[in-house]
């Protein structure tokens, strides 16, 4: 299985910071990676798809980037309703893993 | 609009059954691949299972193959999740997912619908 590791677990920031979270995979893929964004008590919600598209309708402020075994999850500017869970996931190989994730408080 | 909503979960012996259910509308249901997703309570992502639109292929996690079985029924626009043999470690919110429309690649979904919880307790 193709094992996911996102850095840091956990991140504290403020309203207007850049965020950056890393996910590094224990094999090679390609550019096979999604993010998700999950806020408590709601279902995940897909932000990046293919390393770096992003999905219709997500804010232009969140961008993707990488390939191989390492990837990043960028937040330009990190907005309230951005304080949430993120998970990277590959779909390269079965079976589909997801990071362990990474939860972006507030400072 | 795309809904998915998941019903059928609740408590369950172990060793216990249980079967999920996720109605579809919005689209063409048998047109997408649909996966089970769950999340253990305080705890990551975990991928399940996996149809293809036509139901004619499949795939699982190693920590359900042999126990847990993956349908649609095309009439109903209906994904199911068959639970067999169900351990203390199976309790999670189980999530059903559409294959998102935009990649190129299964393995990405969008949406997903708000879960149902299963409870494996004695």
């Known amino acids: 299985d193709i094992q996911m590791t996102q850095s840091p677990s956990t991140l504290s920031a403020s309203v207007g910071d850049r965020v950056t979270i890393t996910c590094r995979a224990s094999q090679s893929f390609g550019s096979w990676l999604a993010w998700y964004q999950q806020k408590p008590g709601k279902a995940p919600n897909l932000l990046i798809y293919?390393?770096?598209s992003l999905e219709s309708g997500v804010p232009s402020r969140f961008s993707g980037s990488g390939s191989g075994t390492e990837f990043t999850l960028t937040i330009s500017s990190l907005q309230p309703g951005d304080f949430a869970t993120y998970y990277c996931?590959?779909?390269?190989?079965?079976?589909?893993?997801f990071g362990q994730g990474t939860k972006v408080e507030i400072k | 609009e795309v809904h998915l909503l998941e019903s059928g979960g609740g408590l369950v012996q172990p060793g216990g059954s249980l079967r999920l259910s996720c109605a579809a509308s919005?689209?063409?249901?048998?047109?997408?691949?649909m996966s089970w997703v769950r999340q253990a309570p305080g705890k990551g992502l975990e991928w399940v299972s996996v149809i293809s639109g036509s139901g004619g292929t499949t795939y699982y996690a190693d920590s359900v193959k042999g126990r847990f079985i993956i349908s649609r029924d095309k009439s109903k626009s209906t994904l199911y999740l068959q639970m067999n043999s169900l351990r203390v470690e199976d309790t999670a919110v189980y999530y059903c997912?559409?294959?998102?429309?935009?990649?190129?690649?299964?393995?990405?979904?969008?949406?997903w619908g708000q879960g149902t919880l299963v409870t494996v307790s004695s």
């Open positions: 919005g689209f063409t249901f048998s047109s997408y691949a």
């Open positions: 997912a559409k294959q998102s429309p935009h990649s190129s690649r299964y393995g990405v979904w969008d949406p």
């Open positions: 293919e390393a770096s």
């Open positions: 996931q590959q779909y390269n190989t079965y079976p589909w893993t």
